[in-house]
Structure formats: structure tokens, C-alpha cells
């Protein structure tokens, strides 16, 4: 009886995120729009979002619709407050936002995503991609091909099966993954142009903690115009990872004295 009771209260733990997590990709829902998102039926869903309500996880609007709850933010903020990567990234990557006029994001490796812990808009990329929370592809974004330098080839083979692609200049195949990995490792940087979202393009810099394993990730984005990557990837690289350097002596680690970010080569662009 003891055991049946746990599963149903499990269950129903498990129900109540599915509710929860059903506002990711939309602010505002009905309950018919929960149900079928997550698969539950009306009434059940009617049932969780009540409790849920009553609870401050989420709020109902005067037309009937949910929204998520103000005590969420009390409850990121303490996770926020308390990533060591958050701690140490946040203001560099707000001043870099600030200097450079491009949107900066700090982000980690969650399973086989780039989850974003801040995000900051320059003035002259004002519209941000990413939002705080939100996830992105590995392969096909700047910060995740320098999360993937934590695995190895073959365990990013086993963590990101097939490799799904967005644009006409997605990676697609792990060999070219590899080489590209590899890339990164070596100049210390990645970027990406038009290989997740079309007219964006992104320097990153990988975040290390005093072990030296990679933990984090910083970048600098904006419309491809913008950034100008054939004509400014030199400076930008050595911005975002300069940034990085600083926000690693936070964390721990430092960078051999004579590190020093190679000239970039033209066949290098696309990485």
C-alpha cells in the first residue's frame, strides 16, 4: 500500500511539471491548450493548474487564461544566485554587451541542449535569440561546440544521436562535428553564422572551473550585418575571449601566460 501510495503521489508530481513546463513556448494558455500539450486529460489539467493556482506557481488572467506565477521568479532567482557560472559570468557579460553594442548570453550544458542563464541586448542587436532558460541545439550554435569540448567524440556521438538540421548551414554528419570541435579547442573560440537561426551570427568562448574542465560558455551575437564576422572576427575573438579569461579567474582557473588567439584563416569562417 505504501508503494502505491508513493507512485501516485510521484505521478502526480510528474503531472504538475508536464502543467508547468506546457508555458516554455507560450506565455499565456487555456486549459484545453495544457491538456494538450501534455497529454492530460481536460479535467485533470483543470485540476493541477487549481492547485497550482492556489499555490502561486501560476496565475489566472481575467479571460481564463494561465499564465506562470510571480513565485517562480523567488525560486529562479535562488538557482540563479547560486550557479557558480551565473555568479561569475553576469556582470562580464553585461559590460561586454555594453562595449560592444552586440547581445552577450552565458550559458551550460543541460543533456544534450545549451541552456541559457542570462542573456544581455546590446544596442545595436536590441532583439535578442535567446532568452534566459530557454535551450538551443549543441551543434548548431556557438556555445554548444564549446560545451561539446567536455565530451569526447565518442560520447557526444552517444549524447546527440543524429545531428538535426535548422539551415543550409547546419552540421549534420559528426565527422565534420569532430573537426570542427577540435577547431574550437585549439583557437580557443567557436563561432556559428546562420547555422540555428537565419541571419544571426556568434562568437563564443568556452568558461572552465579551476580544474580546468569546461563548465560554461560565453558568446556574442547579433544579426549577421552586424557582427560582420569576415571583417571583425579577429577583434570579436578576442573579446569574447578575453571576457572569458576573466570570468575563469572567477571560477578558478587560469590560462597559460602565453595563450594567444591564432589569426583566423578563411577556410576557418564557417566554424
Given at each position: 500500500m505504501?508503494?502505491?501510495?508513493?507512485?501516485?503521489?510521484?505521478?502526480?508530481?510528474?503531472?504538475?511539471?508536464?502543467?508547468?513546463?506546457?508555458?516554455a513556448d507560450s506565455s499565456r494558455l487555456r486549459v484545453a491548450e495544457v491538456a494538450r500539450l501534455t497529454g492530460l486529460r481536460q479535467s485533470t489539467a483543470s485540476r493541477l493548474l487549481s492547485t497550482l493556482e492556489q499555490t502561486g506557481l501560476v496565475e489566472r488572467d481575467?479571460?481564463?487564461r494561465y499564465r506562470l506565477g510571480v513565485d517562480l521568479i523567488s525560486l529562479a532567482g535562488v538557482v540563479m544566485n547560486g550557479h557558480p557560472v551565473h555568479h561569475a559570468a553576469r556582470q562580464p557579460a553585461q559590460l561586454l554587451a555594453v562595449a560592444t553594442?552586440?547581445?552577450t548570453n552565458v550559458a551550460v550544458r543541460?543533456?544534450?541542449?545549451?541552456?541559457?542563464?542570462?542573456?544581455?541586448?546590446?544596442?545595436?542587436?536590441?532583439?535578442?535569440v535567446a532568452l534566459a532558460g530557454r535551450r538551443n541545439p549543441l551543434h548548431a550554435t556557438a556555445l554548444g561546440k564549446c560545451l561539446l569540448l567536455s565530451l569526447t567524440a565518442t560520447q557526444r556521438r552517444q549524447v546527440l544521436g543524429s545531428l538535426t538540421r535548422f539551415?543550409?548551414?547546419?552540421?549534420?554528419?559528426?565527422?565534420?562535428?569532430?573537426?570542427?570541435?577540435?577547431?574550437?579547442?585549439?583557437?580557443?573560440?567557436?563561432?556559428?553564422?546562420?547555422?540555428?537561426?537565419?541571419g544571426q551570427t556568434c562568437l563564443a568562448a568556452p568558461l572552465r572551473d579551476r580544474t580546468g574542465r569546461v563548465i560554461g560558455a560565453l558568446s556574442l551575437s547579433g544579426p549577421s550585418s552586424v557582427v560582420d564576422l569576415p571583417g571583425r572576427e579577429l577583434e570579436?575573438?578576442?573579446?569574447?575571449?578575453?571576457?572569458a579569461d576573466a570570468i575563469n579567474s572567477q571560477l578558478g582557473y587560469h590560462?597559460?601566460?602565453?595563450?594567444?588567439?591564432?589569426?583566423?584563416?578563411r577556410h576557418d569562417l564557417r566554424s
Open positions: 505504501l508503494l502505491s501510495a508513493e507512485t501516485g503521489t510521484n505521478r502526480s508530481v510528474e503531472r504538475a511539471v508536464a502543467v508547468l513546463r506546457a508555458f481575467h479571460d481564463g553594442g552586440l547581445g543541460h543533456g544534450i541542449d545549451v541552456f541559457y542563464l542570462c542573456n544581455f541586448e546590446g544596442a545595436a542587436a536590441p532583439r535578442s539551415t543550409a548551414q547546419t552540421i549534420t554528419d559528426h565527422a565534420s562535428l569532430d573537426a570542427v570541435v577540435e577547431l574550437v579547442e585549439w583557437r580557443g573560440y567557436a563561432t556559428e553564422t546562420e547555422e540555428f537561426a537565419l570579436l575573438s578576442r573579446l569574447v575571449a578575453e571576457t590560462s597559460p601566460a602565453d595563450h594567444q588567439i591564432p589569426a583566423p584563416a
